[in-house]
């Protein structure tokens, strides 16, 4: 709440008013599941629809103003990778899976950046020629 608020999100209730910021508090959590599950389903489907990280990027970003780029890419083709070599499992934990993937990434590369930009840039080609 306090990161919106520094961003000047308009009608963001006032702290004081704890009923409206429950309320609030627990929108913008549905939203947020609801994309989250939709990332999810679309990632699940592009491997059976054998559609290429950046068919996946621009289904992914489609209505939106999110511009795709190289970095963006590499986070999908990231993400479709866990999937695809079965490293999270698709159950109502695969987010919090996904942080754990994410954490123990950092903590293998950590101070070595060179090589995990290297990854990254290889799980993107991969993804993209082989789907």
């Known amino acids: ?65 999110i511009t795709i780029t190289i970095q963006l890419c590499r986070h999908v083709a990231w993400l479709r990778s866990l999937i695809h070599m079965g490293a999270v499992k698709i159950n109502e934990d695969f987010w919090d899976n996904v942080d754990v993937k994410l954490v123990q990434m950092h903590l293998l590369f950590k101070g070595n950046l060179a090589i995990l930009n290297n990854v990254s840039k290889l799980q993107a080609e991969l993804n993209v020629d082989n789907h």
């Not at 599941?33 to 068919?55: M, P």
């Open 1 to 65: 709440m306090d990161h919106m608020r520094t961003m000047a999100i308009p009608d963001m209730p006032i702290e004081e008013d704890q009923a409206k910021v429950k309320i609030f508090s627990s929108a913008v959590s549905l939203i947020l599941s609801e994309i989250h599950a939709n990332i999810k389903k679309k990632l699940i489907q592009s491997i059976k629809d054998t559609l290429n990280n950046g068919e996946l990027t621009a289904v992914l970003v489609l209505n939106t103003n």
